[in-house]
T-cell receptor, first 110, second 115 residues
Framework: QKEVEQDPGPLSVPEGAIVSLNCTYS??????FMWYRQYSRKGPELLMY????GNKEDGRFTAQVDKSSKYISLFIRDSQPSDSATYLC??????????FGAGTRLTVKP | DAGVIQSPRHEVTEMGQEVTLRCKPI?????LFWYRQTMMRGLELLIY????????DSGMPEDRFSAKMPNASFSTLKIQPSEPRDSAVYFC?????????????FGDGTRLSIL
């Protein structure tokens, strides 16, 4: 079993839809949780960074962490074609050894 | 602000040749990471440095791979000799570990093709 599981998709939604992206993990030592967005032929770009369980909102993006279930989510409201990208979850403990999910490829159709 | 800068953006070379990838981290960041990304294995950490010192190189696949960080603003990843299975996108990332470990910021990568 991988430490971080993420459905690679692909996921296709119409413009304006709410998108839900998820990851599960097995290592209870993970304390910091991140979501990165990666456009084609570009590096991963940090979207959200959370430490504790609960919700964190930034514009149209909401990150949710449930440590008891070892489950994290990213919600995108009012999705736009420009949100089309691969979304990677990432997590680590108190050291710098970060683990990434496989990434979910999202397409938002106009 | 300048982000992480990697060069070259693309590299195509023949098997057996030496390849050197370069990275300039974000100014002030004291941790630097080298990753490899492939379709099959996703993003894999190869090695990371803290204050220019290699901390964990357990992800370096073979002795053909080596990395250096001679100063706080420059790092190299070298493959010698290169093999076709080394073809991948190599990313450099940097972060600041004070007051607590901050998230990593990535460059746009070097797309490496070994023929």
């Amino acid at each position: 079993q991988k430490e971080v599981e993420q459905d690679p998709g692909p996921l296709s939604v119409p413009e304006g839809a709410i998108v839900s992206l998820n990851c599960t993990y097995s290592n209870s030592a993970f304390q910091y949780f991140m979501w990165y967005r990666q456009y084609s032929r570009k590096g991963p770009e940090l979207l959200m960074y959370t430490y504790s369980s609960g919700n964190k909102e930034d514009g149209r993006f909401t990150a949710q962490v449930d440590k008891s279930s070892k489950y994290i989510s990213l919600f995108i409201r009012d999705s736009q074609p420009s949100d089309s990208a691969t979304y990677l979850c990432a997590m680590r403990g108190h050291n710098n050894d970060m683990r990434f999910g496989a990434g979910t490829r999202l397409t938002v159709k106009p | 602000d300048a982000g992480v800068i990697q060069s070259p953006r693309h590299e195509v070379t023949e098997m057996g040749q030496e390849v050197t990838l370069r990275c300039k981290p974000i100014s002030g960041h004291n941790s630097l990471f080298w990753y490899r990304q492939t379709m099959m294995r996703g993003l894999e950490l190869l090695i990371y440095f803290n204050n220019n010192v290699p901390i964990d190189d357990s992800g370096m696949p073979e002795d053909r791979f080596s990395a250096k960080m001679p100063n706080a603003s420059f790092s190299t990843l070298k493959i010698q000799p290169s093999e076709p299975r080394d073809s991948a996108v190599y990313f450099c990332a940097s972060s600041l570990d004070r007051p607590s470990n901050q998230p990593q910021h990535f460059g746009d990568g070097t797309r490496l093709s070994i023929l």
